[in-house]
């Protein structure tokens, strides 16, 4: 059993299109790493967040926190064929574990 | 800064055989920890090394072996392979005593591993 649960597990979109995954979990985390991998290489972060309720934004890219520290969120507004990749949320509690991802595909 | 750096990148293997994959994290980092990443699967934990010592371990059997050298560098050791070894092998680096501490890691690009 996953500790963090990804949804959705696949999404195949259109260029253009917004889109938002999810990252949930019943533990509490001190904070979680955003992370995207392209095929081949190995995970990029993206952003971490450490504060109940933060938002951060990277261009086109909005991340969310929950405000008990258990859940976030990934949106994306205007995804480009550049977004696609294997999308990984992974929260620090004492100890780190990722969840399974969320792969998108982008289509031109 | 460099950052984490893998060798080799590619490999291929026979079952019964064994494998050393090579890491170097980023400089100043002290903390290494590895992961395998299979499609089934997704990212697994290995092992974590902090000053030579291992400090956690995953849930794989003894076949799966690594060390830390004195200057941070890494290696991990699996032995008598198997089919099911094929993954990506992935090595992260983190300031301060790593995973546990609640600071972020940095990933290296992976050793591809077939297993024959």
């Known amino acids: 059993t996953q500790l963090l649960e990804q949804s959705p597990q696949f999404l195949s979109i259109q260029e253009g299109e917004n889109l938002t995954v999810y990252c949930n979990s019943s533990s509490v985390f001190s904070s979680l790493q955003w992370y995207r991998q392209e095929p081949g290489e190995g995970p990029v972060l993206l952003v971490t967040v450490v504060t109940g309720g933060e938002v951060k934004k990277l261009k086109r890219l909005t991340f969310q926190f929950g405000d008990a520290r258990k859940d976030s969120s990934l949106h994306i507004t205007a995804a480009q064929p550049g977004d696609t990749g294997l999308y990984l949320c992974?929260?620090?509690?004492?100890?780190?574990?990722f969840g399974a991802g969320t792969r998108l595909t982008v289509k031109p | 800064k460099a950052g984490v750096t893998q060798t080799p990148r590619y490999l291929i293997k026979t079952r019964g055989q064994q494998v050393t994959l090579s890491c170097s994290p980023i400089?100043?980092?002290?903390?290494v920890s590895w992961y395998q990443q299979t499609p089934g699967q997704g990212l697994q934990f290995l092992f974590e090394?902090?000053?030579?010592?291992?400090?956690n371990k995953g849930n794989f059997p003894g076949r799966f072996s690594g060390r830390q050298f004195s200057n941070s560098r890494s290696e991990m050791n699996v032995s008598t392979l198997e089919l099911g070894d094929s993954a990506l092998y992935l090595c992260?680096?983190?300031?301060?005593?790593?995973?546990?501490?609640?600071?972020?890691?940095?990933f290296g690009e992976g050793s591809w591993l077939t297993v024959v």
């Open positions: 400089s100043g980092h002290r903390s």
């Open positions: 090394y902090f000053s030579e010592t291992q400090r």
């Open positions: 992260a680096s983190s300031s301060g005593q790593g995973r546990s501490s609640g600071n972020t890691i940095y």
């Open positions: 992974a929260g620090n509690n004492n100890d780190m574990r």
